[in-house]
């Protein structure tokens, strides 16, 4: 097996996945494991296509290391607690903002916006992890690992318990940040002896009640944000684990001082995870991806403009994700072509490969061929089919490879599965199941999707699918009988409702809805 190449924030290289389970080589029951933590949305509000990049990358890492043949075990949590305004100390808790706001409560606001960001898990066809790990389902353990760092590494103020930062070696240093840089990038709160201390848990202030607290040696309140994650980390991947993912934003802050509880907790040499891997961000220049916009950018809004979530995943794939990527309606649109042009291919080839299964059973029947075993159409995968692969196909897969394992490059490996797919005179099955294996990479479903699944809907278009059909229709037999004023008026009323009418389109739109 050749080499996983991962870029490391920690040391600012490439450097080769070594697991820190490795198994036992050729023991089918201790496979080598890969355990990734993923930070998690805060559920105050809509994720927006931003912060679905980040899960779409944290998907493609956990897609690529079980095609390396690793035993992949994946956390993703929900903070439904502690988060505050901005990343430090001031500021209003965010859940508790958003609750008083709607007028709800916020164990409602939690359970409304974690199932908004499952539905997005879902249409953006991210695995589901081996776990979900929310965060008040682990206060107890949060105040008993505070409590086994407090002495140490903590100091008291009325406000909270703080966590001193000198206290632990090379504070910072994912960040690359020195501890004067602190002063301007964390808001000061009164009695902290460094700016960039932190709190672990924050008091209650005296004669408030919050709506989520809970009693703890340092009186009524709520976890720290960062302490989460150092727990839910811990307890279900262990320490070390392997890999800890994020957007970039949280290597300035959140994972130093996720970094800064480890050391604490095992040892100044100790960071918890070995790997630190950072998505780049998404960005929007005319402000949709602010919450507050009218229009807030999500992946229910590319939805109702009409766009098939899974073309929001492929334009993610196109770009590396440590590359900023620029969203444009545009470019999403250029992303749902391309889908579809991968899809039609796919589905002409299954169309193929039913024919000769259709011819292959005749024979049989007809005794004129043995009844050998065939690949099911529904369950491709290269290893089930027999004989040696076509070189055409091998190159298209060690290319594909090649890109993967180099720090996840999906814009190449995008490449490798458009070279195979547009592979002529190779056996339809083995075609098939080389093009199933890269898919599992991908995530693109192109075995399932149809070409009218990724046809363009716009939730406000004035018209059905079936008017238009039957439009369409009428206006084909108008023309046939070359009632030319009649197909105009048709086409016309048509255009006023928004229907593009595309005849002879090469790629089969027919028609399109403008967005
Ligand atoms: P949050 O709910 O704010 O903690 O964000 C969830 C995830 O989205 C985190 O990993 C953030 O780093 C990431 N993130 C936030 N904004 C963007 C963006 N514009 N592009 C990509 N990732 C983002
Ligand atoms: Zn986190």
Known sequence: MS???????????LQTFTPVHPGTEGDPNDPP????????????????????????????????????????????????????????????????KMAAEKAQSIWDIAKHYTQAYWDDIKALNIRQPAHWSIATEYVPAMIAYAESIADKHCYELESGLYFDTSTVANYGALARAKTEDGEGRIEEVEGKRHAADFAIWRKTPAGETRQMEWDSPWGKGAPGW?????????????????????????????????????????????????????????IERSGKMSKSSGEFLRVQLLIDKGFHPLAYRLMCLQAHYRSELEFSWEGLQAALVRL?????????????????????AELVSASIVPNEPTVEADKWALKQVQGDVAPGISVALKDFATAVEDDLNTAIAITSLETLIGLKKVDAAQHLGAIAEMDAVLGLNLQSLSRTDLRIR?????????????????????????DFAKSDAIRDDLIAKGVEVMDGDPLGWDWKLDI
């Not at 080499?3 to 290289?13: D, P």
């Not at 290391?65 to 439904?80: A, C, E």
């Not at 939730?459 to 070359?482: C, D, M, N, P």
């Open 226 to 282: 960062h302490l989460e994650c150092s727990v839910m980390s811990e307890a279900l991947l262990g320490l070390p684990f392997d890999i800890h993912t994020g957007g970039i934003d949280h290597r300035e802050i959140h994972h130093p001082n996720e970094i800064a509880q480890n050391q604490a907790r095992c040892g100044s040499d100790h960071s918890g995870a070995q790997f630190w891997m950072h998505n780049n961000f998404l």
């Open 340 to 360: 579809k042009r991968m899809v039609m291919a796919v589905s002409n080839l299954k169309a193929r490969h039913a024919d000769t299964q259709t011819r292959h």
């Open 33 to 96: 494991e890969a355990r990734v933590y993923t930070c998690g949305p805060t559920v105050y509000n809509y994720p927006h296509i931003g912060n679905m990049r980040a899960y779409v990358f944290a998907d493609t890492l956990g897609r690529v290391l079980s095609y390396k043949g690793y035993k992949l075990t994946h956390v993703i949590n929900i903070t439904d607690v502690g988060h505050l305004t901005d990343d430090a100390d001031a500021g209003e808790d965010k859940m508790e």
């Open 3 to 13: 080499e996983l190449k991962l870029f490391n924030s920690l040391t600012r290289q």
């Open 458 to 482: 716009p939730k406000a278009a004035v018209i059905t699918e079936a008017e238009i059909e039957t439009a369409l229709l009428l206006r084909k037999e108008a023309r046939a009988e070359k």
